[in-house]
């Protein structure tokens, strides 16, 4: 247990007020002795204390002469002492000089429900919140308070901790608690309703009290604060510390946090690099980053540093959304979508190594100022305009370019520019509009492969990943057919250019809700690399890539046929949460077929995927999970013709199931089984006899080795 500081300063800056009279008679009521101190007495008593702590609720009169302080806080702080900023305090971080990036929500909060804390599970270690085992603190419960959080814009130095719970609702997007690193000393800012002068229920005084006293503790002894990871190493902790039972072991996920669309796929000195939407502030989709990880061979990789953070004075200021990479004549170059308030705006950046890990942002980004003037591009409640996403490819002598959309009473749309340099883009028109189906009304991450005869061009709708193969006449997509690229959890696929394969990696959305993501400190998960083509028959085929044959360690079953009679269960002797399974299935006279995974050995918990005649494959979730808070539903496809055997992989990865048809159709799930025995496969057959064939199962192995491999680091 970390010990209570002995000494506390306690700051004023003028007169004290009923909320600073009583929590000094809070902080002299405890085993620390309190000193009250004012800022301008500060640089000859700072060495006094283990801790300073400035609580304020008030507004600073203007101009603050509080600068004038930040020489003795940094010799405070360069001295091995803490300091803790409560309530409307924390504002003030940039004057203090610890921050560049103040708090961008400071106000009064009026507060009707019990209101506090949401503490990160990453740092759930945190000396501050030694004394509880919840994340959940709430502090407050009545009255308006003033405080400071961040909401849109992250500390550029420091570290969230914390959002909000308020009532029963986590309010992730509202960061109220910030650690700073000032080696030796550190830094907290609360600006929680830490309130001392009202009323408030027992339990949540309770609460306020011990987690001030976990914060002066924390902040008075010597651990420092927990930054940002800067290396393989650090990403590796991090991903180590969110280790658990549902994180895929073999499907790539951030090593901590919220992952959404992969971006910017590359090649590069022959190494693969795959950046993702990324919130280094927690597991909900906010403040995105690019996140980073590479590969050399797809299947196992390492982790980078972020490599893209939004510019607080830059038009990316809210976020960097997402985007691909070209190689400009040997310069690797991204193309990403900036978030300025309710404005998107394409932007560019450069790479500054080889290892892609450090990027310059193109000096008069955007380099797109707004959608073409004499479109009618949709505006929505966040957007003053839809208009994001980009791709970027080479034709007729030139970069040719689709961003996504959405156009006012017609529906999702792809449009098209052009350039010579990547930098001036000149509006081609749209590329494809989806007038026919009145509920597409944005197309999100649209993507244009070249297969060869065909072209294939996706866009991701709000809901499914549509695809459609054809050609491009005269600018214009000419569609000969469309389907669905994953009926399951899939979302906003990007493509890698390796020799003439194309690599898709896919985001696997978390299938449970928001607080359950919050106490597991992850979200988000990327489909296994997949290898996109077409048939003779003009159809489209997914693979997995020939490399996801590297991730098998064992082989636990091999090439077994077999007859399952009417109503017969077989179960399979093999057990495990990370196999993959390679089979077919053919319907003799049986209505159905079916295959069991993640089964516990009552069957009380299973994921059952049904085969019937219709033609459809259906993922049955209704019982997979005894978690209320995941999904519980069954998701279909139709995998025409019925009347062949269907072969099948499945992909088993703790919390996903991946499902390859025929080579052709895909459907991937979410799943999150919470019994420990829920690791057996089961077969059956369904009024009738089915066959199984060439039944192979393998345990796969880790996508992460452990340590980095030397030289790798
Ligand atoms: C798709 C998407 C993109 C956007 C990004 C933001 O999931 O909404 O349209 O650029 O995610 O993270």
Request: proline fraction near 7%; charged fraction near 30%.
């Amino acid at each position: 247990m970390t010990d209570p500081p002995e000494v506390v300063g306690f700051l004023h800056d003028g007169p004290r007020s009923a909320e600073q009279a009583a929590a000094l008679e809070w902080l002299d009521g405890t085993s620390t002795a309190a000193e009250p101190v004012r800022f301008d007495a500060l640089a000859d008593a700072a060495d006094r204390f283990d801790a300073l702590w400035w609580h304020r609720e008030a507004p600073l009169e203007a101009p603050s002469p509080l600068s004038a302080h930040a020489p003795a806080v940094e010799r405070h702080l360069a001295s091995g002492g803490g300091l803790l900023l409560t309530l409307r305090a924390m504002a003030n971080v940039d004057a203090l000089g610890i921050e560049t990036v103040p708090p961008d929500a400071v106000g009064a909060e009026t507060i009707t429900d019990p209101t506090g804390v949401l503490w990160r599970r990453l740092h759930d270690g945190h000396p501050a919140v030694e004394s509880f085992d919840d994340l959940r603190l709430r502090v407050c419960d009545r009255g308006a308070v003033g405080t400071a959080a961040y909401e849109s814009v992250l500390p550029a130095r420091g570290e969230v901790l914390a959002s909000t719970v308020r009532g029963d609702h986590d309010v992730p997007h509202r960061m109220p608690v910030v650690g700073w690193d000032a080696d030796p000393g550190s830094v907290l800012g609360v600006g929680a309703p830490l309130s001392f002068d009202r009323p408030a229920a027992e339990a949540v005084a309770a609460t306020r009290d011990r987690l001030v006293a976990g914060c002066l503790a924390a902040v008075a002894d010597d651990v420092p604060e927990p930054g940002r990871p800067r290396d393989a190493e650090e990403m590796a902790a991090m991903r180590r510390a969110l280790d658990a039972d549902d994180r895929p072991a073999y499907h790539f996920t951030a090593p901590a946090n919220w992952l959404n669309d992969p971006n910017g796929l590359v090649r590069w000195n022959g190494r693969f690099h795959v950046f993702y939407q990324y919130n280094p502030a927690g597991p909900f989709h906010d403040t995105i980053h690019w996140g980073h990880a590479s590969s050399e061979d797809l299947v196992r990789w390492r982790d980078e540093p972020v490599a893209l953070s939004p510019s607080p004075d830059g038009p990316d200021r809210n976020g960097c959304w997402s985007g691909c990479a070209i190689d400009d004549d040997g310069t690797p170059t991204l193309l990403y979508t900036g978030g300025d308030g309710r404005r998107q705006l394409p932007c560019l950046a450069t790479a500054a190594d080889d290892a892609l890990r450090r990027w310059e942002k193109h000096p008069d980004n955007p380099v797109i100022e707004a959608p073409p003037p004499d479109v009618d591009v949709l505006e929505t409640e966040h957007w003053e305009a839809e208009f994001r996403d980009h791709c970027v490819w080479r034709e007729a002598g030139r970069w040719q370019q689709i961003i996504g959309t959405g156009l006012v009473d017609r529906g999702g749309a792809a449009l098209r520019y052009s350039s010579e340099d990547l930098r001036e883009w000149r509006y081609e028109g749209p590329l494809l509009v989806g007038e026919w189906a009145s509920d597409d009304t944005v197309w999100e991450c649209p993507e244009l492969l070249d297969l060869g005869d065909r072209r294939l061009l996706h866009v991701s709708n709000c809901e499914d990943v549509v695809y459609f193969l054809g050609d491009i006449r005269d600018g214009r997509f000419v569609v000969d057919r469309r389907g669905i690229l994953d009926h399951g959890d899939f979302y906003a696929p990007q493509s890698l250019a390796d020799g003439d394969r194309h690599v898709t990696f896919g985001w696997l959305p978390e299938a449970r809700d928001l607080d359950a993501q919050w106490d597991a400190g992850w979200s988000g998960a990327l489909s296994l690399p997949r290898v996109l083509s077409v048939g003779p028959d003009g159809d489209l085929r997914q693979r997995p890539a020939a490399e996801v044959r590297q991730l098998r360690t064992e082989r636990l079953l091999d090439d077994a046929t077999f007859e399952l009679s009417a109503g017969e269960r077989r179960r399979l002797d093999v057990a495990g949460r990370t196999l993959e399974l390679d089979l077919e299935v053919g319907l003799r006279d049986a209505a159905a077929a079916e295959l069991s995974v993640f089964e516990s050995p009552d069957r009380a918990e299973r994921t059952v995927l049904q085969y019937g005649r219709d033609g459809e494959l259906v993922v049955d979730r209704t019982a997979a999970s005894d978690d209320p808070r995941v999904a519980a539903d069954t998701q279909r496809m139709a995998v025409p013709p019925y009347d062949e055997p269907l072969s099948l992989r499945c992909f088993l990865d703790r919390s996903v199931l991946e499902v390859y048809a025929n080579g052709r159709h895909c459907l991937t799930s979410r799943i999150y089984p919470t019994r420990d025995d829920s690791v057996g496969v089961s077969l059956a057959a369904d009024d009738g006899r089915a066959t199984v064939r060439d039944l192979s199962v393998w345990r796969l192995g880790d996508g992460y080795p452990r340590s980095p491999p030397d030289g790798e680091r």
